[in-house]
Structure formats: C-alpha cells, structure tokens
C-alpha cells in the first residue's frame, strides 16, 4: 500500500527557478492538502482540494501554485523560487474533512541557495 | 498569529514524569485531531476527538476535548524516552481547511 507518495525526498534550487513538487495518493480519497514546516514549526497549510477540479487557497499560498487534475495528483509548483521558500514540504490527503485521518507523504525537503 | 496555539512549545523532562499539552483557539471546531511527527517523517494521527467534553484514552495518553470545542489537551501518564517528538493538534474549520497548531516538542530523557 503506497498511500501518499511524494517526490522528489531532497531538492536544491537556486533563487529564480522553478519546479513541481510531485504528490500521489492511492487511496481514492477526495481531499488533498499541501503543507509546509519549517524548522521546529508547526505546519502552515499552503493550498488544498477538495475534489478533481477544485483547490483553495490556504494560509500562506503566496509564491505556490496548484491544480488537481485527476483525484489521485496533486502537484505544487513553485515559480519563482525565494530563500523564504527553503522549507519541509508535506502533502496529505483524506477522505472527508471531518474526523476522518489525514494521511502523510514522507516530505520534500527544499533549499533555495 | 496561529488559529491554534500550542503550549508549551518545548518540554523535557525526564522518564516516569508526567505531563499535559494544551492546544487552545477561539474558534470552534467540528473536531480536533491530535499527530506525533519523529523526526525525518510526516506526521501520523493518534486520535480524533469529536463532542465537546469528550475523553479518549490510548494507553498511557489521555486526550480531551473543551466543552465548548475550542482546545483540548493531551496528558501523558508515566513518559516514556519513545514518546520523545512533535505533538501536533489539528483542526477542522469552515472552508474544509484542516489546520495545525504550532506544535510541541516533547523530549522524554532516561
């Protein structure tokens, strides 16, 4: 059982450029959310979807894109990237929103030099 | 400002202590969650509370939701060095956003 996959675990980027956080999940669940943490830190909810089609702004969206093309990927984009960006990225998904368990990928760990 | 605050941020204490997080907001949440995150790993659910003054016990923690759902604490009976790492609480609020709090790291020392 899979669950969350993301890819990729390690990335180092210089200021400006760009790339896709990769995330899959197996589980057919509807919900999927992007997180990130930084040191020590809680984690502060970047953007999420509730469903193919659909995403949302979450508390710290600025510099990120999304989409959800297809229940199963969702991917994060950066455009730009800013040191400020250097951080753990998490992406989870779940069924519902309601107490139901949100599941984890492992994290991609970013650095932006 | 965090919707939900944690405290304490730190703790360490040592083996055979006991100890209570404490995750507080004033909004009202549907339900609240509560995650231990180890080092290197995402973070994995412990339990979901759900109706205001709800206990729920797992082994040596015992969580508990407020009457009026805005916080809930977890305590932890006889800490043991395996339950060193970052307890998270997450709620759910309007707009499906599931939200964490800051976090608390617990280090246990034998």
């Known amino acids: 059982n899979a669950g969350v996959t993301q890819t990729p675990k390690f990335r180092i980027l210089k200021i400006g450029q760009s790339m896709t956080l990769q995330c899959a999940q197996d589980m057919n669940h509807n919900y999927m959310y992007w997180y990130r943490q930084d040191p020590g830190m809680g984690l502060k909810l970047i953007y999420y979807s509730v469903g193919a089609g659909i995403t949302d702004k979450g508390e710290v969206p600025n510099g990120y894109n999304v989409s959800r093309s297809t229940t199963e990927d969702f991917p994060l984009r950066l455009e730009l990237a800013a040191p400020s960006q250097t951080s753990v990225y998490f992406c989870?998904?779940?069924?519902?929103?309601?107490?139901?368990?949100?599941?984890f990928g492992q994290g991609t760990r970013l650095t932006v030099v | 400002t965090q919707l939900l605050e944690q405290s304490p941020q730190f703790l360490s204490i040592q083996e055979g202590e006991n100890l209570t997080v404490y995750c507080n907001s004033s909004?009202?949440?549907?339900?609240l969650q509560w995650y231990r995150q180890e080092p290197g790993e995402g973070p994995v659910l412990l339990v979901t509370v759900v109706t205001g003054g709800e206990v729920k016990k797992l082994k040596r923690l015992t969580f508990q939701f407020g009457d009026a759902r805005k916080d809930s604490s977890l305590h932890i009976t006889a800490a043991q060095p395996g339950d060193t790492g970052l307890y998270l609480c997450?709620?759910?609020?309007?707009?499906?956003?599931?939200?964490f709090g800051g976090g608390t790291r617990l280090m246990v020392k034998p």
């Open positions: 989870a998904s779940s069924y519902s929103i309601r107490n139901t368990e949100a599941f």
């Open positions: 909004s009202v949440f549907s339900s």
């Open positions: 997450a709620g759910a609020k309007a707009g499906n956003m599931l939200t």
